[in-house]
């Protein structure tokens, strides 16, 4: 029986609960002391199913009594323990802010690839200081009591609002791991991920297992993923090798010392990784302070604030975010000053727009995976089952496909299922000029060949491939351009663009110039340019005529000459060529990534390196809403500059050109991929009978783990989807939604395509009239044909 918030707890009043998981109630709530003196704390209160355990209360006891004698900044302060009638809780520091699991996922939400290196090196500083004060505590007699966490994780670290890093639940982790909690599925086996070698062995854990998790945890906030991902019986084995790609392989922008420092906590043999958590602490200060001599926790007070910005104004907390650190924060994003889709407001706002709420329900991409996902893992296991010789001609390799588009989520009502492969990598579908669509094996044309028509694909897709020979925004029909002098040095900028004006690009022609230099968004910030010889600047859509002329400043700094270049009403360069995304819902928001191809996309050779960026515009389509309409209220976001490794949320919008900046196309090669994911919107879910996406019986926990399930499969972590979709189903046995998640998220993971088809046969039983119940009985009765076709396996 969980306590009443209407009845005092002991000394404590219940102020509201926080959650439910893993062993314990969480309460927000009050220390009621003499004369009215109060006191806020957090309450966990032990759950019964594991309070009539009496090892396990007994080693909860002298694990509580340890953890009450921790006193560090960087550990959340243990204040009582007791027991109130049958309930045995802890009495802990309140920390007003976030755990770390939510900072890392509302920092890719915002547009952000992973959290910025300052910020995540500062977060691991502080979490090696609080652990090595643990590791090196003793007893009254001057013993080592060997404390080590042992479940170090992003749920297991606070974030304060104040910029304050806590570690929780120290000492607590070695009751839940010790007694292995049978009675709760997936709560030890859901924190493989962040096992140390030794740990993942059975060997005894020492102060090195933090240190490892530490690592991982720095991993994941440097890369925006884990080093190993997938079931337990897939990543163990590669943990006990080291099998899992360096940092700098998954992030390329991360320096070579850090890699070198991430890659020594996860050694595999422990006497190959740092001695001590203060060690690993000092290498972490070392690199964060000579890359960023006057960082502070004020930063990561500013960081965490404004990614919660919504949350704290809706609690009637005031957010002041400095504009120099609202700068930064862009920086980080990899936006120009001027760049559209601001996560930080322009000088004229007061806030930001709200980031885009968490699904609460099953949103329409899984609406389209479920059948797609199930069939695509369906084959992949079938493929396992053929002959080795047709299994080797399957896997060889294709011929290059010339642009591609990954189709997910459809428009509803959902579309009749197709077969796509594996699940996992995004399902690539060939898009060609339209009106008719080339044969999935065509090769691209000839370069001698006239150049093709605009390339186009229609959302929903996943993602879309832009070839540097073909997508192209070409300059050369810019007028406007000034000839420039190669060895000397120009600032270059708008000092006093028009009010809510789309921003201005800027090409450079020059023979030693590298790619990435070669073009870029102008502002008011004077941008440096070395070694041209030719400037053009310009916008992607034509300068209304209704407004004044741009006059950008061209500066030589030897000669401290200042030029004038003014570009009047009508100026743009050629969209003919850019890549068009049409289809999508102008009352949806989406998440673009910009990834490369293999080696990337080249505009001016190999020797000036990769072009990292493409230019986007949104525009209406036909018979569409008005450009007024989609920008809501400025033109500024018509208009970007998309950069490789970056992420950009895009509302407002029912069409996209997008393309490479460059001047002759006739010698690029290589390709960038955009890949997109609705956010938040879209058509409203067909409900032909009275069953509903969300239904009524379904609340509390099950909802809660629902959610949080719906999450994991956002992000394609399916092993953690996996296991807290296994929970909705033994919450809510007869729910027909935790049945179609655990059958999609089954369904993407190697292995368990029959586990997948028993929880789909079930959600048909239960719901025979939902939406996808004909496209998942097709694909079960196909998948069911396929079998018997299949020859035994060898």
Same mark, same amino acid.
């Given at each position: 029986?969980?306590?009443?918030?209407?009845?005092p707890?002991?000394?404590?009043?219940?102020?509201?609960?926080?959650?439910?998981?893993?062993?314990?109630?969480?309460?927000?709530?009050?220390?009621?002391?003499?004369?009215?003196?109060?006191?806020?704390?957090?309450?966990?209160?032990?759950?019964?199913?594991?309070?009539?355990?009496?090892?396990?209360?007994?080693?909860?006891?002298?694990?509580?009594?340890?953890?009450?004698?921790?006193?560090?900044?960087?550990?959340?302060?243990?204040?009582?323990?007791?027991?109130?009638?049958?309930?045995?809780?802890?009495?802990?520091?309140?920390?007003?802010?976030?755990?770390?699991?939510?900072?890392?996922?509302?920092?890719?939400?915002?547009?952000?690839s992973?959290?910025?290196?300052?910020?995540?090196l500062?977060?691991?500083?502080?979490?090696?200081?609080?652990?090595?004060?643990?590791?090196?505590?003793?007893?009254?007699q001057?013993?080592?009591?060997?404390?080590?966490?042992?479940?170090?994780?992003?749920?297991?670290?606070?974030?304060?609002?104040?910029?304050q890093?806590?570690?929780?639940?120290?000492?607590?982790?070695?009751?839940?791991?010790?007694?292995?909690?049978?009675?709760?599925?997936?709560?030890?086996?859901?924190?493989y991920?962040?096992?140390?070698?030794?740990?993942?062995?059975?060997?005894?854990?020492?102060?090195?297992?933090?240190?490892?998790?530490?690592?991982?945890?720095?991993?994941?906030?440097?890369?925006?993923?884990?080093?190993?991902?997938?079931?337990?019986?897939?990543?163990?084995?590669?943990?006990?090798?080291?099998?899992?790609?360096?940092?700098?392989?998954v992030?390329?922008?991360?320096?070579?010392?850090?890699?070198?420092?991430?890659?020594?906590?996860?050694?595999?043999?422990?006497?190959?990784?740092?001695?001590?958590?203060?060690?690993?602490?000092?290498?972490?200060?070392?690199?964060?302070y000579?890359?960023?001599?006057?960082?502070?926790?004020?930063?990561?007070?500013?960081?965490v604030?404004?990614?919660?910005r919504?949350?704290?104004?809706?609690?009637?907390h005031?957010?002041q975010?400095?504009?120099?650190?609202?700068?930064?924060?862009?920086a980080?994003?990899?936006?120009?000053?001027?760049?559209?889709?601001?996560?930080?407001?322009?000088?004229?706002?007061?806030?930001?727009?709200?980031l885009?709420?968490a699904?609460?329900?099953?949103?329409v991409?899984?609406?389209?995976?479920?059948?797609?996902?199930?069939?695509?893992?369906?084959?992949?296991?079938?493929?396992?089952?053929?002959p080795?010789?047709?299994?080797? %001609?399957?896997?060889? @390799? =294709? !011929? *290059?496909?010339?642009?591609v588009? /990954?189709?997910?989520? &459809?428009?509803?009502? $959902?579309?009749?299922?197709?077969?796509?492969?594996?699940?996992?990598?995004?399902?690539e %579908?060939?898009?060609? @000029? =339209? !009106? *008719?669509a080339?044969?999935p094996? /065509?090769?691209?044309? &000839?370069?001698a060949? $006239?150049?093709?028509?605009?390339?186009?694909?229609?959302?929903?897709?996943?993602?879309?491939?832009?070839?540097?020979?073909?997508?192209?925004?070409?300059?050369?029909s810019?007028?406007?351009?000034?000839?420039?002098?190669?060895?000397a040095?120009?600032r270059?900028?708008?000092?006093?663009?028009?009010?809510?004006?789309?921003?201005?690009?800027?090409?450079?022609?020059?023979?030693?110039?590298?790619?990435?230099?070669?073009?870029?968004?102008?502002?008011?910030?004077p941008?440096?340019?070395?070694?041209?010889?030719?400037?053009?600047?310009?916008?992607?859509?034509?300068?209304?005529?209704?407004?004044?002329?741009?006059?950008?400043?061209?500066?030589?700094?030897?000669r401290?000459?200042?030029?004038?270049?003014?570009l009047?009403?009508?100026?743009?360069?050629?969209?003919?060529?850019?890549?068009?995304?049409?289809?999508?819902?102008a009352a949806s928001?989406?998440?673009?990534?910009?990834?490369?191809?293999?080696?990337?996309?080249?505009?001016?050779?190999?020797?000036?390196?990769?072009?990292?960026?493409?230019?986007?515009?949104?525009?209406?389509?036909?018979?569409?809403?008005s450009?007024?309409?989609?920008?809501?209220?400025?033109?500024?976001?018509?208009?970007?500059?998309?950069?490789?490794?970056t992420?950009?949320q895009?509302?407002g919008?029912?069409?996209?050109?997008?393309?490479?900046?460059?001047?002759?196309?006739?010698?690029?090669?290589?390709?960038?991929?955009?890949?997109?994911?609705?956010?938040?919107?879209?058509?409203?879910?067909?409900?032909?009978?009275?069953?509903n996406?969300?239904?009524?019986?379904?609340?509390?926990?099950?909802?809660?783990?629902?959610?949080?399930?719906?999450?994991?499969?956002?992000?394609?972590?399916?092993?953690?989807?996996?296991?807290?979709?296994?929970?909705?189903v033994s919450?809510?046995?007869?729910?027909?939604?935790?049945?179609?998640?655990?059958g999609?998220?089954?369904?993407?993971?190697?292995?368990?395509?029959?586990?997948?088809?028993?929880?789909?046969?079930?959600?048909?039983?239960?719901?025979?009239?939902?939406?996808?119940?004909d496209?998942?009985?097709?694909?079960?009765?196909?998948?069911?044909?396929?079998?018997?076709?299949?020859?035994?396996?060898?």
């Open positions: 029986m969980s306590p009443s918030l209407d009845e707890f002991g000394r404590y009043e219940l102020v509201s609960q926080l959650g439910r998981g893993g062993m314990a109630e969480v309460y927000r709530a009050r220390l009621l002391g003499e004369a009215g003196v109060t006191k806020p704390v957090l309450i966990k209160k032990v759950l019964p199913e594991f309070a009539t355990d009496p090892g396990f209360i007994n080693m909860f006891i002298s694990e509580a009594r340890i953890s009450a004698t921790l006193s560090h900044g960087n550990i959340a302060q243990v204040y009582d323990f007791g027991r109130v009638g049958e309930e045995y809780f802890l009495a802990m520091e309140f920390v007003d802010g976030q755990p770390l699991h939510r900072v890392i996922k509302r920092a890719l939400r915002s547009g952000l992973a959290i910025p290196a300052p910020i995540a500062f977060i691991a500083l502080e979490i090696c200081r609080g652990l090595h004060y643990a590791h090196t505590r003793t007893d009254a001057g013993r080592p009591l060997g404390l080590v966490h042992r479940d170090i994780s992003p749920d297991n670290v606070l974030i304060s609002y104040e910029g890093v806590k570690i929780v639940d120290f000492g607590i982790a070695k009751a839940r791991e010790l007694r292995g909690f049978t009675t709760e599925p997936g709560v030890v086996k859901g924190k991920l962040f096992f140390s070698p030794e740990q993942a062995r059975g060997e005894e854990v020492t102060p090195l297992t933090d240190v490892w998790a530490t690592g991982v945890v720095l991993y994941e906030m440097l890369c925006g993923r884990m080093p190993l991902e997938g079931p337990p019986y897939v990543v163990v084995p590669k943990l006990g090798k080291g099998d899992f790609p360096r940092p700098s392989e992030k390329p922008d991360i320096a070579p010392a850090l890699d070198a420092l991430i890659m020594r906590a996860l050694a595999v043999n422990r006497q190959d990784r740092y001695e001590s958590s203060n060690a690993f602490a000092e290498a972490l200060s070392e690199h964060l000579s890359s960023t001599p006057r960082f502070s926790g004020l930063s990561l007070s500013h960081f604030q404004e990614l919660f919504q949350d704290l104004k809706k609690q009637g005031k957010v975010i400095p504009r120099s650190f609202q700068e930064q924060l862009s980080w994003r990899g936006e120009m000053p001027t760049s559209p889709f601001f996560a930080t407001p322009p000088p004229s706002s007061e806030s930001i727009a709200p885009p709420p699904p609460s329900r099953l949103p991409f899984l609406a389209a995976g479920v059948g797609v996902t199930l069939l695509g893992a369906m084959l992949a296991a079938l493929l396992w089952m053929k080795p010789a047709e299994r080797a %001609a399957k896997d060889a @390799p =294709e !011929p *290059p496909k010339p642009r588009a /990954a189709h997910t989520s &459809p428009p509803s009502p $959902p579309p009749a299922v197709q077969p796509s492969g594996d699940p996992s990598p995004p399902v %579908a060939p898009v060609s @000029p =339209e !009106p *008719p080339e044969p094996s /065509a090769v691209a044309p &000839p370069e060949e $006239p150049a093709p028509a605009r390339a186009s694909a229609s959302y929903p897709v996943e993602a879309i491939r832009l070839d540097a020979r073909n997508d192209v925004i070409d300059p050369q810019v007028p406007e351009a000034m000839d420039l002098e190669a060895g040095t120009y270059v900028s708008e000092p006093e663009p028009p009010r809510d004006s789309p921003p201005l690009f800027f090409w450079l022609a020059g023979p030693a110039l590298r790619a990435k230099d070669g073009v870029g968004v102008l502002s008011q910030k941008i440096q340019v070395k070694g041209a010889t030719a400037l053009k600047v310009f916008a992607l859509k034509p300068l209304p005529p209704e407004a004044p002329a741009r006059v950008v400043l061209v500066e030589n700094v030897q401290k000459e200042r030029q004038r270049l003014t009047p009403p009508g100026t743009a360069a050629s969209t003919e060529r850019a890549f068009e995304l049409k289809n999508l819902d928001s989406y998440r673009l990534l910009l990834v490369p191809m293999g080696r990337g996309a080249y505009t001016r050779g190999e020797p000036a390196g990769p072009l990292e960026s493409l230019a986007c515009a949104r525009l209406p389509v036909n018979g569409g809403p450009e007024g309409a989609l920008a809501g209220a400025s033109s500024r976001e018509q208009q970007f500059l998309f950069r490789e490794g992420a950009l895009v509302s919008a029912t069409n996209l050109l997008c393309g490479f900046i460059d001047d002759d196309p006739s010698d690029n090669q290589g390709e960038l991929q955009i890949r997109i994911t609705r956010t938040s919107g879209g058509p409203a879910w067909p409900s032909p009978s009275p069953y996406l969300v239904t009524p019986q379904k609340g509390g926990e099950a909802r809660r783990v629902f959610d949080e399930a719906m999450q994991y499969f956002a992000e394609r972590k399916y092993d953690r989807a996996a296991i807290l979709a296994a929970r909705c919450l809510e046995p007869s729910d027909a939604d935790c049945h179609l998640l655990a999609a998220t089954y369904a993407a993971i190697p292995g368990r395509v029959e586990k997948a088809t028993r929880h789909y046969q079930t959600f048909l039983k239960l719901a025979p009239q939902h939406p996808l119940a496209p998942i009985r097709r694909s079960l009765k196909e998948y069911e044909a396929q079998k018997l076709q299949a020859p035994p396996t060898p």
